[in-house]
């Protein structure tokens, strides 16, 4: 990222204030967080629309491609709000607060003030832009409302150079992942849909591909001791190496692209294999792979990574938690959050595609579902260990069947406890998840498929649906008892 950082000043206020809040506020950001993401526009103070014209050409040439429109002063609303409305790309505003009691005459810039102009004609213009819960500071406070940002603008752009690719349909009975793109479009982002027929097509021509072997020892080092089923890793290699092209080959002017790919029921006779490590894999380097041709949850897994910087996952909301496992190695104890009752928790799972680095002592495997059907031959390909303990959000962007955006968040912890299970799983403590799921998992139709951030990234998500134009009644979260969903019967114990 690379924030262009203009002052703006209302005509009739000292432009040496913008000027001296400008240059303090840069030294403190610089001070706080270096320089790398941030760019001072140097051109000129904008009080006018020439200004504005003149700033917007300077932070272009710069290689912006996010904006912090910063009132020194009380600003001029006119041209503040039309270098955002111009800007091709992410902008925040936010504005200097008074500095001193000995200098409220001429020192005093009234930028409180013209915070409320300014999102008054944000609106008039229709100009998205994204505006802090506590908008006015010192240059201290609003270097970290700028840094705050930074993963806001991340998520923004990515969407805006995302093309996701899927290869389907998705599998019979799974009408949950079954969403219209429309809204994709609407969201800015491009969309490829192949059959896998395509996709075993492209695999089998890389059959013999000279670069097996070498992914195959990258395999191998990231196994280390999990390396359990070694014959199957040419196979994986060569659906690696088939999906990497695919992507170099497809991705055309966008540049980012997220998969949401077919993986069952007949990938593994098809394919020999099952593609969970592959996804796995992929995922960890950024380019995130949904299960099971769910392309809102690839959408959502995409989000999520240009945020964290880090790799996610894809779960099911799977199953409750014994209650003997919970008198055993639950119950009295305390964790990152709180501690948890048997309605605060749940196991998330999935077959095996979460990162090596997001697990515990992994182990390739088999996929233990399929193989009660199947030879078990055909069923390798699973990364299966128990999710690293630590702070995690749930939380999924969704289209609804008439094509409206809505999304959730929750945020959480994944508790320290063996799951003695299998696949790719964790037990997630979340407060008052038993409300959350009834009044909002199921009351608003949300799918199986969550994803999952490995930290509390709650504030940033919210901002980023707020920005990509969600209705805030339809961003939902879990709400402590007493305060109660609309659908929930405030009489029941």
């Known amino acids: ?11 009739c206020f000292p432009e040496s204030l913008a000027v001296n809040r400008r240059k303090a506020l840069i030294a403190k950001y610089v001070e706080k967080y270096g320089n790398a993401d941030i760019y001072e526009c140097p051109i000129c103070i904008v009080e006018s629309e020439i200004h504005m014209q003149q700033a917007l050409e300077d932070i272009k040439k710069a290689g912006c ?30 504005a200097a607060a008074e500095e001193t009691q000995e200098d409220l005459i001429d020192g005093r810039g ?3 003030c013209g915070m409320l102009n300014a999102s008054y004609a944000l609106k008039l213009r229709k100009t998205k832009a994204y505006i802090p819960e506590n908008p006015v500071g010192d240059a201290s406070e609003c270097a970290d409302l700028i840094h705050d940002f930074v993963p806001i603008a991340r998520a923004i752009v990515g969407l805006h150079n995302l093309k996701i690719i899927s290869f389907g349909p998705r599998p019979n009975n799974f009408l949950a992942c079954n969403a219209p793109i429309r809204a994709l479009y609407d969201l800015g982002v491009e969309i ?10 492209a695999f089998q021509k890389h059959q013999g591909d000279p670069r097996i072997d070498e992914v195959v020892k990258d395999m191998a080092q990231e196994l280390g001791h999990g390396n359990k089923i070694p014959q199957v890793l040419p196979k994986l290699a060569q659906y690696e190496l088939t999906l990497l ?13 997220a998969m949401a790919n077919k993986c069952w029921p007949a990938f593994q006779t ?18 995130p792979v949904s299960c099971e041709v769910d392309i809102y949850g690839a959408l959502s897994e995409f989000i999520g990574t240009c945020i964290t910087q880090d790799a996610v996952t894809l779960l099911d909301i799977n199953n409750s938690v014994p209650k003997d496992m919970f008198e055993e190695s639950i119950k009295g104890k305390k964790f990152l959050c709180d501690e948890y009752t048997p309605k605060d928790i749940f196991m998330g799972f999935h077959c095996g595609n979460t990162a090596s680095s997001k697990l515990c002592n992994c182990n390739m495997c088999f996929q233990r579902i399929m193989a009660r059907a199947l030879p078990v031959e055909v069923t390798n390909g699973t990364l299966e260990g128990d999710l690293a303990p630590g702070k995690a959000t749930i939380y999924r962007l969704q289209s609804t069947a008439d094509t409206q955006l809505r999304a959730y968040i929750a945020q959480g912890e994944i508790l ?21 799921y009834r009044h909002v998992l199921i009351e608003k139709n949300y799918p199986h ?4 951030m490995f930290d509390h990234c709650g504030k940033y998500l919210w901002e980023v649906f707020k920005y990509l134009g969600v209705p805030v009644q339809d961003i939902d979260y879990n709400k402590c008892r007493g305060n109660y969903y609309p659908t929930e019967n405030p009489f029941a114990e």
């Not at 904006?67 to 600003?75: E, P």
């Open 1 to 11: 990222m690379k924030i262009g950082i203009v002052a703006v000043s209302r005509d």
């Open 65 to 94: 491609n996010a904006l912090c429109v910063y009132l020194g002063n009380f600003g001029p609303e006119i041209s503040e709000t039309m270098l955002a409305h111009y800007f091709d790309g992410p902008a925040m505003f936010c």
């Open 110 to 112: 009234d930028a409180y």
């Open 192 to 201: 490829e849909e192949n059959s896998e027929l395509d996709l075993l097509e």
């Open 245 to 257: 092209d695919w992507i170099e080959a497809h991705k055309g002017s966008r540049q980012f692209v």
């Open 270 to 287: 098809q394919f020999g294999f099952v593609p969970c490590y592959v996804n796995s894999r992929l995922t960890g380097r950024g380019i």
């Open 416 to 436: 320290p406890v063996a799951t003695r299970s299998f696949g790719s799983i964790g037990i997630f403590g979340i407060k008052d998840m038993n409300r959350f």
């Open 449 to 452: 498929h969550a994803a999952v």
